[in-house]
């Protein structure tokens, strides 16, 4: 006897299509899928920076995290900030729009908070025309 080969798409064996689903998972890790390398949280609209969340936002001590401890979230609270910003991100709402040939950055202002809402203002880059935006900085502006 000897080794059998199968054509990927006609194999329905559970362990091996499994491990075949792992492997391609590494594979998008690797190669395509850059937001997972990068610690980007990926979202279809916009990317933001993991730690601009845990490290900036919501790090006790940090610059602007007060702003963000005064309308309820916590330090832990990185998942329920980043879904509040994705889901209030509307870029129709852009204002002061600032272009440099190969980038643009704009504000767009977002009502957040868990006990209360408050007005924040959200910096954004856009690196090319095409790319996704980038969260910068967010912080509370009356």
Do not use: C
């Not at 995290?65 to 330090?75: A, L, M, P, T």
């Not at 954004?124 to 900085?137: A, E, F, G």
Request: glycine share 4%; hydrophobic share 35%; net charge neutral.
């Amino acid at each position: 006897s000897g080794f059998q080969f199968f054509d990927f798409h006609t194999l329905i064996l559970p362990y091996p299509v499994k491990f075949l689903n792992a492997v391609a998972l590494r594979e998008k890790q690797k190669g395509l899928d850059k937001p997972a390398e990068s610690g980007i949280i990926y979202s279809e609209r916009v990317d933001i920076p993991e730690a601009k969340i845990k490290d900036f936002l919501l790090k006790p001590g940090a610059k602007h995290s007060n702003d963000f401890f005064d309308v309820g979230y916590k330090e832990n609270d990185y998942a329920k900030l980043y879904e509040d910003i994705v889901n209030t991100y509307d870029e129709k709402d852009k204002t002061d729009v600032r272009e440099n040939g190969e980038f643009e950055d704009y504000s767009i202002f977002m009502n957040l908070g868990v006990t209360i809402k408050k007005r924040f203002r959200t910096v954004w880059r856009k690196d090319t025309k095409n790319s996704k935006p980038r969260l910068i900085t967010a912080h509370r502006e009356d």
